[in-house]
T-cell receptor
Framework: GAVVSQHPSWVICKSGTSVKIECRSL??????MFWYRQFPKQSLMLMAT?????????EQGVEKDKFLINHASLTLSTLTVTSAHPEDSSFYIC????????????FGPGTRLTVL | SQQGEEDPQALSIQEGENATMNCSYK?????LQWYRQNSGRGLVHLIL?????REKHSGRLRVTLDTSKKSSSLLITASRAADTASYFC??????????????FGKGTKLSVIP
């Protein structure tokens, strides 16, 4: 099946630093990738939709200047958390969508971000 | 809300028993998917059922979909301790202009007691 990887798996950083998370589709091309955030014991919340070669579409309440998304190729999307603060600590999960009629999404394993 | 709502929120059963989780929604869907998530881990895709399908099986999993009632159920038969996890239903919605969006419910926390 389709495989999506994320790097890093977990990261601890100091408040004020920026953190980049990569999402790769390993064996298929993904025109569209999605970024989700999950706080402890809560559901996944869609942050943004990333389309290759164009600007990402952000969900209401998500700051586009804080969460920078770049989808430069059909197999790679990056999420950069700029000037991270403790309240940004969360589990960030990406998914890559296959093309075709059913548009299935395949999820990465997630990246746990802890901001001290 | 375009989220699915799982019921129950938490379920505790003995190993070997069957576990049934339900998901209700209010909007039209393209398909409905069930995922499992172990504590602190990523999502595992279990099964996808399309809007024109009524029932699907995968191993010990059985999913039904009733679009007239806007509800789906996930049945895990002969449960095992390793099935302990949170289970989420996710709705694939057509968000317009050829775009699709996946929205998640809050999940059912299943505990299988050995």
């Amino acid at each position: 099946g389709a495989v999506v990887s994320q790097h890093p798996s977990w990261v601890i950083c100091k408040s004020g630093t920026s953190v980049k998370i990569e999402c790769r589709s390993l064996d298929f091309q993904a025109t569209t990738m999605f970024w989700y955030r999950q706080f402890p014991k809560q559901s996944l919340m869609l942050m943004a939709t990333s389309n290759e070669g164009s600007k990402a579409t952000y969900e209401q309440g998500v700051e586009k200047d804080k969460f920078l998304i770049n989808h430069a190729s059909l197999t790679l999307s990056t999420l950069t958390v700029t000037s991270a603060h403790p309240e940004d600590s969360s589990f960030y999960i990406c998914s890559a969508q296959t093309s075709g009629y059913y548009n299935e999404q395949f999820f990465g394993p997630g990246t746990r971000l802890t901001v001290l | 809300s375009q989220q699915g709502e799982e019921d129950p929120q938490a379920l505790s059963i003995q190993e070997g028993e069957n576990a049934t989780m339900n998901c209700s929604y209010k909007t039209s869907i393209n398909n409905l998917q069930w995922y499992r998530q172990n504590s602190g881990r990523g999502l595992v895709h279990l099964i996808l059922i399309r809007s024109n399908e009524r029932e699907k099986h995968s191993g010990r999993l059985r999913v039904t979909l009733d679009t007239s009632k806007k509800s789906s159920s996930l049945l895990i038969t002969a449960s095992r301790a390793a099935d302990t996890a949170s289970y989420f239903c996710a709705l694939l919605l057509n968000s317009g202009a050829g775009s699709y969006q996946l929205t998640f419910g809050k999940g059912t926390k299943l505990s299988v007691i050995p």
